[in-house]
């Protein structure tokens, strides 16, 4: 019987020493939980931070896009002038250049007529130049004679 009042001791010690040892473990894990806790309550505050910068962020972000949207449209009214611009340029080119081949050919069809109104007017100036010529002789022969008559 001795036997089984140490075997029952030792069944109570071992129970003693098992409840000794669930008892710390639920200590540590009641201190783990409480961290967890403390944890997640820091975390949701932070969320709840990161959740208003976010709003804010994403409210700028469409205040942004608005600007940058009515911006494109004022500068769309731009290009659309330059375009227009940049046509009428070209139109103008195109008529400068129909009036200048117009003016090359009409040049080269009249390109004889000229030749001759330039013989002719090289024609003119050599008879100038002659007339002009006689006259001062004639001029000179007058005063010559005169100067003779006078002496």
Known sequence: MYLIEISVAIIAIAFVVLVI?????????TKTLEHTA????SLEQQLQ??????????HRTNELADDI???SEALHFVFDSVR?????????NQ??????NTVVQQTEKQSDNIAQVVQWGNVAIDLYS???ARKGKVE????????????
């Open 21 to 29: 040892y669930i008892a710390r473990t639920l200590k540590a894990a």
């Open 38 to 41: 403390t944890t997640m309550a």
């Open 49 to 58: 931070g990161i959740t208003k910068e976010t709003e804010q962020l994403l």
């Open 69 to 71: 949207q009515a911006k």
């Open 84 to 92: 227009d611009v940049g046509e009428s340029v070209q139109q103008v």
């Open 95 to 100: 008529s400068l250049r129909r009036v200048s």
């Open 130 to 132: 002659k007339w002009k």
């Open 140 to 151: 000179t022969e007058v005063t010559y004679s005169m100067k003779e008559e006078k002496e």
